[in-house]
């Protein structure tokens, strides 16, 4: 199995209110952030839980959550608790 397939996996799942409490953290510790999510991405459907994935980046320990879907690709748009970064799922 290729590591890019295996990126693919969950890592775990959290509750809508920890989603939501994730990404309000991130965002508003990086300026400019907010405008790019909403930027790339629409509003999430209502749902009690949520996948979480690692981050891809080198060296990055964070977990991705997701923060919207993707503007412009059917996937899950998501985004870095720890180096901000943003990724589609």
Do not use: F
């Not at 509003?43 to 923060?67: D, F, I, M, N």
Request: proline share 4%; aromatic share 8%; hydrophobic share 35%.
């Amino acid at each position: 199995m290729s590591s890019n397939i295996a990126q693919n996996y969950p890592y775990s799942s959290e509750s809508e209110t920890d989603r939501a409490a994730s990404i309000a953290r991130t965002l508003a510790g990086t300026e400019g952030l907010a405008d790019k999510v909403r930027a790339e991405s629409v509003a999430l459907p209502a749902e009690g839980r949520w996948w979480v994935w690692k981050c891809p980046s080198r060296g990055c320990p964070g977990l991705l959550h997701t923060a919207g879907q993707g503007r412009n690709a059917h996937a899950v748009y998501t985004l870095c608790d720890t180096c901000a970064k943003t990724y589609l799922r």
